[in-house]
């Protein structure tokens, strides 16, 4: 068991993107604090990736496809861009051709930095904060996404979410898997 880190890129601001490796029980998997993104996850014994994503940072931006991602505040579409809560209506940003609201809109959690809250021998917390009114969602909303190595191989990711005001809050994890092991 252990982890690695290492800096995996810069953000053009020139903040700095890392990726941390945990390995332990066959499996080794690879996460970079932007978008929290399950970068790469290999199998021992095994040599192709369990999973699609790019070998550099710059890819990652460059793309939409949302390889490994966490993608939020909402994850999918909100048709219209509107919901209603506790008897008030919202508007979102329309950011898929001017007529859905997609994943938390065009600055989402998955196109950010976040921070690390926490390292383990065998697991990472990455945290970041959505702040009140971004895409047109309301209350400041804290974010943590916490990948587990679990003996047998097993990845965990564990989300959890605090905000201070009535909100929604609908994150995934979004890698592609290789299923035909090429």
Avoid at 97 to 116: E, M, Q, V, Y
Avoid at 129 to 143: E, K
Wanted: glycine share 14%; proline share 5%; hydrophobic share 30%.
């Amino acid at each position: 068991m252990g982890t690695d880190t290492e800096i995996f890129g810069h953000l053009p601001s020139g903040e700095p993107v890392q990726r941390l490796t945990l390995k332990g029980g066959g499996l080794t998997a690879s996460v970079i604090t932007w978008g929290s993104v399950i970068q790469d996850l290999r199998l021992e014994g095994h040599a192709a990736p369990l999973v699609l994503g790019f070998e550099d940072f710059e890819s990652y931006p460059a793309h939409s496809s949302y390889f490994g991602a966490t993608p939020g505040r909402n994850a999918n579409r909100i048709g219209g861009g509107r919901f209603a809560l506790e008897g008030k209506a919202y508007q979102l940003e329309l950011n898929e051709n001017g007529a859905t609201h997609l994943h938390g809109g065009s600055d989402n959690i998955g196109k950010r930095n976040w921070s690390i809250r926490r390292q383990a021998e065998d697991s990472v917390t990455l945290e970041i904060t959505d702040p009140d009114g971004r895409a047109g969602y309301p209350g400041n909303c804290t974010i943590t996404c916490t990948y587990t190595l679990k003996p047998g191989g097993t990845l965990n990711v564990v989300y959890e979410t605090e905000t201070d005001a009535p909100t929604l809050a609908n994150v995934c994890q979004h890698s592609y898997f290789n299923l035909d092991g090429g």
